[in-house]
């Protein structure tokens, strides 16, 4: 099954750019997913059970240093290729 999802992390501390930053960098060092970015959110592309491990991966660095909220929407096609 393939997916997209749009996320966007809310890092609760006055450095928020760095961390959103560094979770971006450290998404796009996972192959097999397609990571496209914009101003207001993150997009992920790609097997639905390998965007779930990577982002739940991701997820728990930032939580084991930071307080943020991750905003997600999930979308049960790839649309990078439909």
């Avoid at 760095?18 to 060092?29: A, D, P, R, V």
């Avoid at 990571?35 to 991701?58: A, P, R």
């Amino acid at each position: 099954m393939v997916a997209t999802v749009e996320i966007s992390l809310y890092p609760l501390k006055e450095n928020y750019k760095e961390i959103i930053l560094g979770f971006i960098q450290n998404l796009k060092k996972h192959t097999g997913l397609v990571i496209e970015t914009n101003y207001t959110s993150t997009h992920i592309f790609g097997d639905y059970d390998l965007i779930f491990e990577v982002v739940k991966e991701e997820m728990r660095k930032v939580y084991a240093e930071h307080r943020a909220v991750l905003v997600m929407k999930l979308i049960g096609v790839n649309l990078k290729t439909e």
